[in-house]
């Protein structure tokens, strides 16, 4: 049987409708009231049936509670403001769905909605021209999370970082690591003004210099600058891999942009936009037709040099994820790429790919502080944090859930000060001190060689207290929340909901005691318990971060 418990109010609600004669909708959106007055459920189900029913929506929703079939979940169901269908849970069922999640285990909140569709996400995928900084770190976390969520509910997912091996990026990297490895002979050279300033080219001169020798110095310009950049790009990417899996992010492939160039993709997709219409000359330039699909202006592909942009080999890589069979790409890029969602999206409708295909999330840009005031120089760097900084100062478990206590297109304040406080300020420590503090209660029965109960056969029912009841109902909102994640790409929600769980749970383990002199209402709140601790477990775990038994 499904705990899923809005499942199972779809489920009545198309009952009621096809009692009432009206169609259901395909899908039946749930949301949680923010009040307890306006229930634990609501839909806006009336509302989007108006129209077709003929009948003003307040209407539909009477003739859906009227229509609502008597089914053990639900104790009422009424109708409130323009047409929203409210529900409330029977506090009977309640307690012995505490049974099924504790059952379900691990598998709770997890689905097969994704019926196995092959999903990539490309994610991080920053210029292989120096350290990952902090927001590549936030890019980490939600694009990983998001990989951890999708999978959750039944999709396939592959993480795939793109790395920018090839342009004017990498030949301005060469160039620097040269000075640099120059400057480390002797030589009077000094940076120009493009060249890449930072201290670890110095530390990279010096490794080439011991590893390879200075013979490079004598070579051609174009083999030298080949040479130093593949050393630097290799070595950078090295350093990315391993501070990236530091943080518990892996990657499925690490996708060669100067391999796409080699394999001739670029010059193919440009001549299929062609022969669709979308590409015309001018001013010595190919230009794509992207006004056709709402852009503000046309975009150049070719520029009058005869060489490619970014935009085009872009749409070539994201061809090419198309057909490597993938059914749906998701993209994070950083906040400087606004401008660059819209068009992407109309090359891909340009060259027939459905609508849809390619979802782009922009990740915003973070403001690291200590103590509210801004941090702003780095000791390595000299001009930005690094990511394996930051990890270092506060960890990897406060920084995953950090980033993830807000939406991803909102910018973000991080206070290395507050994440490190055991204090209930900081809302990692505040939600994994709740796992902590419950398995301190069946540690205790442990050591006291008391048995653990058999769930089946706990009487739930004892879970009558206003609080318990919230915190079970909390628990079944769980792979509602999931699902709503999934469907939004948005990973805080799960961030948010394991704060909103860990605030119930806390003042109920400091106002009843789990284990007491009656036995069986002992059972049953330590049945609560390992339900709390179930879901914070799962949630912590789709989110990346580590569920503690002890702090």
Known sequence: MSVNVTDRLSEALRAALSGAGLDAPGEILWEVPREEAHGDYATNAAMLLAKSARRPPRQVAEAIRQHFPRVPEVEKVEVAGPG??????????????????????????????????????????????????????????????????????????????YVNDAGNQVQTLARSLEIRIRQQRGEAAELPEEAYPGEYLVELAKEYLSTEGPAVLGAPEGERLDRLGRFAVKRITDGQRRVLSAYGVEFDNWFSERALREGGKPPRVLERLR???YVYDAEGAAWFRSTAFGDDKDRVLVKSDGEATY?????????????????????????????????????????????????????????????????????????????????????????????????????????????????????????????????????????????????????????????????????????????????????????????????????????????????????????????????????????????????
């Not at 780095?378 to 930005?384: C, H, L």
């Open 84 to 161: 929203f269908v409210n529900v409330f849970l029977a506090p009977a069922w309640c307690a012995t769905a505490l049974g099924e999640i504790l059952e379900t285990g691990e598998a709770y909140g997890r689905s097969e909605a994704g019926a196995g569709r092959r999903v990539q996400l490309e994610f991080v995928s920053a210029n292989p021209t120096g350290p990952l900084v902090v927001v590549n770190a936030r890019a980490a976390a939600v694009g990983d999370s998001l990989a951890r969520i999708l999978a959750a509910q039944g999709y396939r997912i592959f993480r795939e970082y």
């Open 311 to 551: 935009f085009v080999n872009d749409i070539a890589y994201h061809v090419d994820k198309i057909e490597r069979g993938f059914e749906r790409l998701i993209d994070l890029y950083g906040p400087d790429h606004h401008g660059h969602v819209l068009r992407m999206q109309a090359a891909l409708k340009a060259l027939g790919y459905p609508d849809g295909i390619l979802d782009i999330l922009i990740i915003q840009l973070v403001t690291l502080l200590r103590e509210g005031q801004p941090v702003r120089m780095s000791k390595r760097m000299g001009e930005f944090v690094t990511m394996e900084e930051l990890i270092g100062e506060v960890g990897r478990d406060a920084a995953r859930f950090t980033f993830l206590t807000r939406r991803h297109d909102s910018p973000l304040d991080f206070d290395l000060e507050v994440v490190t406080r055991q204090t209930a300020e900081n809302p990692v420590y505040y939600v994994q001190y709740a796992h902590a503090r419950i398995a301190s209660i069946f540690q205790h029965l442990r050591e006291k060689k008391l048995p653990l109960p058999d769930w089946r056969r706990v009487d739930l029912g004892l879970l009558r207290l206003g609080e318990e009841q919230s915190l079970i109902k909390r628990l079944l909102q769980f792979p509602h929340v999931v699902a709503a994640a999934a469907r939004t790409l948005e990973p805080h929600r799960i961030a948010y909901y394991l704060q909103e769980l860990a605030g119930l749970f806390h003042p109920y383990y400091k106002g009843h005691r789990v284990i007491g002199d009656d036995v069986a209402l002992t059972n049953a709140r330590l049945a609560l318990a390992a339900g709390v601790g179930l879901v914070v477990r799962n949630g912590l775990d789709l989110l990346g971060v580590s569920a503690p038994e002890k702090m």
């Open 275 to 277: 022969e669709r219409g």
